[in-house]
C-alpha cells in the first residue's frame, strides 16, 4: 500500500520513532521530554534568555558579561538579598532598593517546566509588585529548583519546616513585549529576563 501511495503521489504521514529508531504507533503516548530541556523549550518560547553556569566562576563570569552587553556595568541594581549583592561585589553595580534602578537581581523559588515560568514570592520581591519592579530582570537559580508545575511549587513551599509561608507568590512568564497579545496575556507584565542556571546536582 505505501509504495502505491509513492507511485501516486500520495503524501504519508511521517511515522514517529523512539531513540532506537522502532516506528512508535500511532496511539502510543509520546515519550516525555526530560524536566530541564522541557523548561528550555518553553521559556525560550516565552523570549527568556538563558545562560547554563557549571560552577560559581562560570556564574560570576555570565554575570559579568551580560552587565557588559547591556551597558549595565556602573548603575544602580534593586538586590533584596544581602548573599547576591556579595556574591557580586566584584562589579561595579550600586546594590540598593530604589525602585528607579536600571535592574532587578534575585533569586527565585522555582522553575517551572510545563510553561517556563519562573515562580518567586515575598522572599524575592518583599510586598512589591512585578510591574513596580525594573523592567531589566536577572535571575539566579539551581538546577534542583527545577519542578514540573506550579502546583508542585507551592505544595514544596506549603511543607517548608519553619512555616515562615512567602506570601505574595506569583509567577513570571512574559519576558519580551507582545503586540499581538490576547486575552490570557492580560495582566501579565512583560520583563526583560536573564535567567543564570547553576549546576547543584
Partial sequence: MNFIKRLLGIETDHQ????????????????????????????????????YC??????RLNFSEILKENNWSDCDAYCSKPSICESFNHTKLHFNKNLDACLFISDCEFLISNTGAI?????????????DLPFNFIIIAKTSQLIKTIGEGLQQINRRQDRNLPTNITTIKTFEENKDSDF????????NLYLLLLEDL
Fill in 119 to 131: 515562580l518567586v514570592s515575598s522572599c524575592q520581591m518583599g510586598d512589591k509588585k512585578l510591574a
Fill in 54 to 59: 557549571e560552577n560559581e566562576n562560570e556564574l
Fill in 184 to 191: 490570557m496575556s492580560y495582566g501579565s507584565t512583560p520583563k
Fill in 16 to 51: 514517529e520513532t523512539d531513540e532506537y529508531g522502532n516506528e512508535l504507533g500511532k496511539f502510543m503516548p509520546k515519550p516525555e521530554v526530560p524536566i530541564d530541556e522541557e523548561f528550555m523549550i518553553n521559556f525560550k518560547k516565552n523570549g527568556g534568555k538563558f545562560l
